[in-house]
């Protein structure tokens, strides 16, 4: 089956409208994806016609709102071919489960002198619930570094690798340039170290295929809303044995079994977990988002966007003054550039006018920043829904903009 390309536009409303009068081209999807219409639908029946709370009634509305809850649940086990369905914990986003597993798991599990190991390439949200964790337990928080490409150095993973390495987190694919990191491996050397391995999948979630079980990661987040979903939903896997061994991480409604003021015990997975009322809409809404990527296939988005990837790469370079950082061999779909004499910010603020979103700034990652010897840089990322025509705007919005400058 060909690509669809003008299908999968129609179903993406928010493509239809303009920007400051030009139509708008959206390259800011690293940081969200637009909602395709089934999400929106899904978001709109339920809060229409099938509010109710869940978990917790008897009548037809809460029965019903919990079926279709917890069939998300079952979508993302299939999604990223978890073995249990209570494996799969709802967040709010990528970031809550981070934390999750930081508070949780390292509570539990990290003594004084233990190390932590995450890499230059970091998010925010995969460093910083780290250091509280660790300054709490007198663990220590150490950077794998990153060669000039921006790829994970393996040979300084291996060597620091030893058994105080307790955890191991970083993302698979950079949100700041892109990198493809080498997750598989990584997860099997920290394995052999005794050390557990969390995968940030916050990029590649809707970009490539992600199967736990291959992996054989211990940990997975990701958020829906990277993923052409609801905002304030987010998803941590974990494996069965850890997740059972794991205190819960906030207390309320539903995560209990017998609450008494002398003691409570707690409920079981995945429930143990997700303590009070949840994003109902949200969830459920997710579903229509999985099922969209699942019509139109992991293996045909990853296939179009490289196109775009390499098309991309190859125009924006014959920029004058323009650099790309980040040009790792293995590559997703964002370009990170900086051009001489041009603050990130204004060339972002002048595509804006043209109709191009791109995002601008450290992106949540000021190591990484520091690693370039740069404050900031402007990305653009690209989704299943960008085209070819879109970049030759960019080029000339880019072209445009250094004139102004
Ligand atoms: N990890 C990675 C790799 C990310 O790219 C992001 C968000 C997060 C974690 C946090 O996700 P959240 O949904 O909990 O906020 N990245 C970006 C970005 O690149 N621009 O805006 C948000």
Redesign the pocket.
């Known amino acids: 089956m060909s690509y669809d390309i003008e299908k999968i536009r129609k179903d993406f409303p928010e493509l239809d409208r303009t920007v400051h009068g030009k139509p708008l081209i959206y390259l800011d999807n ?2 969200s994806t637009l909602k395709c219409q089934p999400v929106i639908d899904a978001l709109n029946l339920h809060y229409s016609l099938e509010a109710a709370n869940i978990h917790r009634g008897v009548h037809y509305l809460s029965e019903a709102g919990t079926m279709k809850y917890e069939e998300t649940r079952k979508s993302i086990q299939n999604f990223i071919n978890a073995k249990n369905d209570f494996e799969i914990i709802f967040t709010k ?3 809550e489960s981070i934390n999750l597993v930081a508070q949780s798991y390292g509570r539990e599990f990290l003594n004084e002198g233990d190390i932590i190991l995450l890499t230059t390439l970091e ?1 925010h ?2 460093i910083v619930p780290w250091q509280m964790i660790a300054e709490e337990k007198g663990a220590k928080v150490i950077e794998v570094p990153i060669n000039d490409l921006g790829e994970i150095d393996l040979d300084a993973y291996e060597k620091l690798l030893s058994d105080k390495v307790k955890i191991v987190a970083t ?1 698979h694919i950079s ?1 700041s340039l892109g990198t493809i990191n080498p997750i598989k491996k990584m997860i099997s050397m920290a394995h052999d170290v005794g050390a557990v391995f969390l995968v ?1 999948a ?2 590649s979630i809707a970009h490539e295929v992600v199967d736990v079980l291959d992996l054989d990661c211990d940990f997975l987040a990701f ?1 829906s ?2 993923m052409f979903g609801p905002t304030g939903v ?1 998803i941590l896997y974990g494996k069965e044995e850890l997740l059972n061994k794991m205190p819960p991480y906030q207390g309320g409604g539903d995560m209990i079994d017998v609450v008494t003021f002398e003691k409570t015990t707690y409920n079981d997975l995945p429930h143990k977990f997700e303590a009070g009322t949840p994003h109902i809409a949200g969830v459920i809404a997710l579903k229509a988002a999985i099922d969209y990527i699942q019509e139109i296939g992991l293996t045909a988005i990853k296939e179009y966007e490289e196109k775009l990837l390499n098309y991309a790469t190859e125009q924006i370079q014959t920029i004058e003054g323009l650099k790309i950082i980040g040009t790792s061999k293995h590559k997703a779909s964002v370009i990170s550039f900086v051009i001489e004499g041009a603050h990130p910010h204004d060339i972002g603020t002048l595509l804006d006018r043209q109709g191009i979103a791109v ?1 601008t700034g450290h ?2 990652t000021q190591p990484l920043m520091k690693r370039f010897n740069i404050p900031a840089t402007a990305r653009a990322s690209f989704s299943i829904y960008n085209t070819v025509e879109e970049i030759d705007a960019l080029i000339a919005g880019i072209h445009k903009t250094k004139e102004f400058l």
């Open positions: 690293a940081a986003g990528t970031t998010h949200s995969n993302n949100n940030d916050a990029q958020s809303h990277k987010g995002r992106h949540c």
